[in-house]
């Protein structure tokens, strides 16, 4: 049973470019998180989705970020025209459902770095 | 705004030690999870208490939760050098939502 896969695993792009970053939850899992990790700093919260459902994105930037789940296939963190601030770890989480309290499975997460 | 304060930021202690970390929170929560970063890896979860909860053990774990005073801490007993990682408490404060609020940070150091 693979864990939470995120790929690529490290990502380079220039300035202005686009970062597409990919999670596969875990089997069986429904319900996937994106978020950020600054260097030295927590995990700050994203974007919540379900199957082809944004449920809670009040932590994505307004502007050029943007998630989705499709029906099939993996979620998708995509970043357009990125900028150097944009360079920090991205990490998905997946969880079976919500509602009492679970803890949730963390992909090894996508390292992107803004040249 | 940041949720969740650790304390200390970095503990460096000699195996066979117990090593104690501290979390604070603002808001009221339905649980807490303690969470475990290796350098450059992802998260994995140790344990979740409850709002409920005062006290919960897995292993050579042990969690408190003080919701009067909005704080947890996380034991960990007789450490080891593999338990050299960064550790994350994160707030739920639905329980249904999935938005985990994260706090810092305590970067353990076990010595061999």
């Known amino acids: 049973n693979a864990g939470v896969m995120q790929n690529p695993r490290h990502l380079v792009r220039r300035r202005g470019q686009e970062a597409r970053l990919r999670c596969s939850p875990m089997?069986?899992?429904?319900?996937v998180y994106w978020y950020r990790q600054l260097p030295e700093e927590g995990l700050k919260f994203m974007v919540y989705?379900?199957?082809?459902?944004?449920?809670?994105e009040s932590g994505m930037p307004k502007e050029r970020f943007s998630a989705e789940f499709p029906k099939e296939g993996p979620s998708i963190l995509r970043i357009q025209q990125v900028v150097r601030g944009d360079s920090a770890a991205y990490f998905c989480?997946?969880?079976?459902?919500?509602?009492?309290?679970?803890?949730?499975?963390f992909g090894s997460g996508t390292r992107l770095t803004v040249v | 705004s940041q949720q969740g304060e650790e304390d200390p930021q970095a503990l460096s202690i000699q195996e066979g030690e117990n090593a104690t970390m501290n979390c604070s929170y603002k808001?009221?929560?339905?649980?807490l999870q303690w969470y475990r970063q290796n350098s450059g890896r992802g998260l994995v979860h140790l344990i979740l208490?409850?709002?409920?909860?005062r006290e919960k053990h897995s292993g050579r774990l042990r969690v408190t939760l003080d919701t009067s005073k909005k704080s947890s801490s996380l034991l960990i007993t007789a450490s080891r050098a593999a338990d050299t990682a960064s550790y994350f408490c994160?707030?739920?404060?639905?329980?249904?939502?999935?938005?985990?609020?994260f706090g810092q940070g305590t970067t353990l150091q076990v010595k061999p």
């Open positions: 989480a997946s969880s079976p459902r919500t509602g009492e309290g679970y803890g949730y499975t």
């Open positions: 089997k069986g899992h429904s319900h």
């Open positions: 989705l379900q199957k082809e459902n944004i449920i809670d």
């Open positions: 808001t009221s929560i339905n649980n």
């Open positions: 208490i409850r709002s409920n909860e």
């Open positions: 994160a707030t739920d404060e639905s329980g249904n939502t999935g938005k985990l609020i």
